[in-house]
């Protein structure tokens, strides 16, 4: 039986591989794993068959046999320890590429997403453009002690891990942010890592869908 994962129907991100199935379809690429798609509507993520799934009415899920996952990064972290290709065989390197998956989500993302959600629910608000600085400067704190860490090293910690597939995918959403240019190390991570066959071909899968609904 194929693995299923749930994905929008009509993706808000407007198919720059933003949402978070890109996370599970590039980690599925690097083990070369196959997988099914289900494509979902928002009414549909708020219904009782896809809440059964995941409680908070969002994507991805994974679903093989009688196991359903939900929440990103824990598909992730299932998908690397199930396969071989996203976690070093030794045993401290293992622990320590885990532990930049945990970093990557809980240290790095949080101040990112708030800016960003910022950015689209609060403009028009009459303190957005003195609160703005300050959520782009905690996003600075974080990227200074991230781009201090890397250094010239191609990938955080030796070979290329989850770790660096969700910090990869974390970084991105500073796009268009301006942001991130300001660390060239950082930039130059994130293009590696969008330079790997494997994100070509998620990239590519999750385009395809938006493609064909912004035309369908």
């Given amino acids: 039986m194929t693995i299923t994962i749930?994905?929008?129907?009509?993706?808000?991100?407007?198919?720059?591989?933003?949402?978070?199935?890109?996370?599970?379809?590039?980690?599925?690429?690097e083990v070369g794993q196959p997988y099914d798609v289900r494509l979902l509507?928002?009414?549909?993520?708020?219904?009782?068959?896809?809440?059964?799934?995941?409680?908070?009415?969002?994507?991805?899920?994974?679903?093989?046999?009688?196991?359903t996952l939900f929440e990103s990064g824990a598909i992730v972290f299932h998908i690397a320890e199930r396969y071989v290709g996203l976690l070093p065989d030794d045993t401290n390197a293992r622990a320590r590429a885990i532990t930049w998956m945990f970093a990557a989500l809980n240290t790095v993302e949080p101040p990112i997403v708030e800016r960003e959600l910022a950015s689209y629910l609060e403009r028009d608000k009459t303190w957005h453009e003195e609160r703005l600085p300050i959520?782009?400067?905690?996003?600075?704190?974080?990227?200074?002690?991230?781009s201090g860490r890397l250094g010239d090293a191609d990938w955080l910690d030796g070979e290329f891990s989850a770790g660096d597939l969700l910090m990869v995918l974390v970084?991105?959403?500073?796009?268009?942010?301006?942001?991130?240019?300001?660390?060239?190390?950082?930039?130059?991570?994130?293009?590696?890592?969008?330079?790997?066959?494997?994100?070509?071909?998620?990239?590519?899968?999750?385009?395809?869908?938006?493609?064909?609904?912004?035309?369908?």
Avoid at 42 to 67: N, R, W
Avoid at 135 to 146: M, S
């Fill in 41 to 67: 509507s928002f009414k549909a993520m708020k219904e009782p068959a896809h809440l059964a799934l995941q409680p908070f009415g969002q994507i991805p899920t994974y679903e093989d046999g009688d196991l």
């Fill in 171 to 216: 970084l991105r959403r500073l796009d268009g942010s301006g942001i991130l240019e300001e660390y060239p190390n950082l930039s130059a991570y994130v293009a590696r890592g969008k330079a790997r066959p494997a994100y070509k071909r998620a990239f590519d899968a999750q385009l395809v869908v938006f493609s064909a609904a912004s035309t369908g």
């Fill in 135 to 146: 959520l782009e400067d905690r996003v600075r704190d974080r990227l200074d002690q991230l």
């Fill in 6 to 29: 749930t994905a929008f129907e009509r993706s808000p991100d407007g198919g720059k591989g933003l949402a978070r199935d890109m996370r599970v379809r590039w980690a599925f690429e």
